[in-house]
Each structure stands twice: as C-alpha cells, then as structure tokens.
Nanobody, 114 residues
Framework: QVQLVESGGGLVQAGGSLRLSCTIS????????VGWYRQAPAKQRELVAT??????TNYADSVKGRFTISRDNAWTVSLQMNTLKPEDTADYYC?????????WGKGTLVTVSS
C-alpha cells in the first residue's frame, strides 16, 4: 500500500504558475506509474499527466506544452503548471498505480482567476 498527500494548490491569476507536489509513503518501490488527475465542479475526473516507472510521460492535450510532470525522487512527484488558464481550475489529485490497483490522494485545489 501507499499513501499520497498533495500540496501546492492555491489561487493564481491567469498566466501565472504553480507547482504541485505529491509526497508518497509506503511501498514506493512497487509503484509502476504515477500521475496527476483533476476534477472541476460538475465534471468527471480527467487525466492531466502520467509517468511510468521508466520515465515515459503522457499529457492531456489541453495541458501539453504548459504542464510538466516529474519524479523528483522516490517519494515525490511534482506537476509544474505554467501559463495557467481559468479552465485549469479544479481539484488536482495525485495517483499511483501498483498492479491493477490505483491509490489516490485527497486532492489540492487550484483556482485560476481571469
């Protein structure tokens, strides 16, 4: 099992930047993939960015060129968000995959004002 805790959310003006961090504890060396997802009010949770154990990355089209996912060390995953837009406003969740099981943090709120 792993535990995930997100941090770094907040209020930012459009065009600004934020860096989200996810601190992972538990069976960190069993993790096959990590990622960030987001959920806006009245919308379904959607993929933002993922990274495999080998370092391969995948991004939603809406964030390509603006967001960057990184595995800073074995227990920290970050999401650098640049050129933020009001439509990026959402709760952002950290995810870790072990086998067929997904683990989630409780989320951190990002609000982008226009």
């Amino acid at each position: 099992q792993v535990q995930l805790v997100e941090s770094g959310g907040g209020l930012v003006q459009a065009g600004g930047s934020l860096r989200l961090s996810c601190t992972i504890s538990g069976s960190i060396f069993s993790i096959a993939s990590v990622g960030w997802y987001r959920q806006a009010p009245a919308k379904q949770r959607e993929l933002v960015a993922t990274m495999t154990r080998g370092g391969g990355t995948n991004y939603a089209d809406s964030v390509k060129g603006r967001f960057t996912i990184s595995r800073d060390n074995a227990w920290t995953v970050s999401l650098q968000m640049n050129t933020l837009k009001p439509e990026d406003t959402a709760d952002y969740y950290c995810n870790a995959g072990i086998g067929r099981r997904d683990y989630w943090g409780k989320g951190t709120l990002v609000t982008v004002s226009s």
